[in-house]
């Protein structure tokens, strides 16, 4: 076989937990919150770079996003990522996840013939887990999603892929090329190798593609291309939780939850 | 705009994707069709079924009790197992060809690796994992309700120019209906063409524990890692409750509980009316799986865990002292209803 080729798509997102609702408007605040690798996107790179390991090849990074992305992108290949390409226009803002695959896919072919197109399962902002399938079927290739574990057979050209099923799994056999998403926490993501520090902040191939570069029918991109509209905002209502403490001894706090418990639950 | 197949005009109803394994229909399928019979009926239309597999025909009547006013058939030795292709290749001819309005599948690992798959197919809008479907007053859309950021914001969405407007629905949110049996409705056998190169992806092999789904339990005991691996008493407590037990990622990944037993973000969100959480922190990953409890007990020896931000009621003790007695104190309660 030829040297492995494998692209893993990641995405940057605000940290979950920084993100809140101005109630006035009803919109997302997200200026404050930090970013990261979203960490579905983290697994899936942990899981190229073991096939890296193992096999050898190139793993190039390819993201949608803002051109803050590129110091996440650069992390990645502190981690052990090649090269990086970074498609960032104004044009693909406020995509759904149809114009998010699409344009993916459209980086995808413009990288040339790869063997592996490895995802995140889902993003922890939108949490659709579309766009892996999406692209998938953009590019016409077969899929695994919600993969926890990953090998190759490299002559049979073949992946072979653990799914988690609801109450079980499945081992399942893909030809390459495929798309494969990976589940979030399905491995730990390796350390940053300090070694490749330098190389990775100043020098490793960060490439910025705009629309334009890529010859990108505007139309079909962003806010224009999308299919879903967002009709409403909220913080969403949990629950507001009495916190009561009970104290005592274990006994009494024993014999107070009991009571408690038969008052709320009509045990 | 990227070009959907049909559009509004040409729309109409409401279609539910079915699961099932080992001639069972799944819980979420039949919590689906009941939303989806008040959202037709709203519409003033039908709701359609679809019944993709291999000898599982007879789940047809099964799914009209449930709400369907006609099933699709298709039965073919090729769809079943699932997998995406052979299954996306025969949901995407039906549509095209009869152009639902609405198509709603399971938030399932198979239901969203399908909604996926077809929803770019069908160049239209998908909504994913709602927690609540209606249909808008003013323009009779669909109106999907989901999450994002961790469950820490809703947002709703809609699907204005594009159809069928599809939506993946997470298991548990809707109540599941009680069955009609002398429901009518029609059932049509589809004629499906599918050769081996139509399946490129291969089921090597399967391994299905069926049973234990805590996103229906009524009551839960979470374990945490304060219990260090010691269940012996969660496990009496949940005899005791007939709760069900779960587990924190820590728990499923030491093993203590099955991985289909975790609770939370990469586990299930579930919805008891009670759940006794022992010895769990309360990390923001964690409490979203229990944020839709009725009532949240929460044990814990740090005074300052966060779990005790999002609980009813508060134990500062160790699970190890405090479990003896509430199981004692249910034992004698139970005792002494039978004398």
Redesign the interface.
Known sequence: MHDLKIVVCLKVV?K??E?T?NAETNT?ERANARSEINGADMNALQMALELKDTHGGRVTLLSMGPPFAERYLRLGMAMGADSAYLMSDRAFGGA????T??TLAEGVRALGECDLIICGEES???????????I???LDL?????ATTLQLLPKSRLA?AR?????????????LP?VVSA???SNEPRFIDFARWDWALEEAPVTVWSAADLGLDE??LGL????????????????E??????SGT??E???Q??E??KT??R? | ??E?LYGPNDASGVWVHLEHEDNEL?TVSKEILGRARLLADERGQEVTAVLLGSGAGQLAVEAISFGADAVLVADDPLLA?Y???PH?KVMAGLVAERKPDILLLAA???G??L???L???L???????CTDLRI?QSAGLL?GE?????????????????RPQMATVR?GVFPRPEPAPSRAGKIEKIAVQLSEADR??????????????ITQAE?LVVAGRGVSGDLALLKRLARL?KAEIGGT?VAADAGWVS??RMVG??GSVTHP??AVVCGVSGA?QFTVGI???????AINSDKDAPI???????????VF??LP??I???EK?KDGRSE
């Open positions: 605000p979950s937990e993100v609702v997302l759904d996840t149809l114009p695959a699409y922890s902002d939108g949490a659709t887990g579309q766009v892996p399938a999406g998938a079927e953009w077969p899929q695994v999603t919600g072979r799914r988690e099923l609801r109450g079980g799994y499945e081992i399942v056999e893909a030809p495929c589940r979030l926490g139309e079909r224009k291309g999308s299919a879903t509209a967002v009709a409403g905002v909220a913080t969403a209502a949990t629950a939780r009495r916190r009561e403490f009970l274990p006994e706090k024993a014999d939850l009991l408690r418990i709320w639950t045990l | 705009m990227i959907p799944d197992p997998t995406t292709a996306s399932t690992p198979n969203r690796d909604a996926g798959r929803a770019v197919r160049r239209t809008g998908l909504t994913a994992d808008s109106v989901v999450t994002g950021f961790g469950q820490g914001i809703l947002a709703t969405i809609e699907c204005p120019e594009h298991p490129p992806v291969h089921v090597l092999r399967r391994s299905l524990k069926r049973g234990v789904d009551r409750l990622r991985h289909e973000q990469t009316k009670l923001f944020q839709d409890a009725g009532t949240v007990i005790f931000d999002v609980a009813d009621f508060c134990i500062v003790d160790d002292q405090i007695r509430l004692e104190a249910l309660q």
